[in-house]
């Protein structure tokens, strides 16, 4: 079976998708299909949107604190 290569998206790309979503109150599966997108790629997209802008500090990680965490430096490599 050949995979196809993956796509790549901008911030700016999934930001509209998202904007669509929440705008058009048309279903994730049918902007999904409309803009060549995979349903499970635009749900996700949604949900980390949902995650953003929520103010639970036990919450899943925001964008901001998932890329703050991966600037930090491992402090345990793995196999030390």
């Known amino acids: 079976m050949i995979q196809k290569p993956r796509r790549t998206f901008t911030d700016e790309q999934k930001a509209e998708a998202v904007r669509i979503v929440g705008q058009s109150g048309k279903p ?4 999904a299909k409309e803009m060549g997108l995979t349903e499970s790629a635009l749900r996700k997209w949604v949900k980390q949107v949902q995650v953003d802008h929520q103010d639970d500090p036990q919450g899943p990680l925001t964008s901001a604190e998932r890329q703050e965490l991966n600037t930090l ?3 345990y490599p793995f196999g030390e």
């Open 28 to 31: 994730v599966s049918q902007v």
């Open 73 to 75: 430096p491992r402090l």
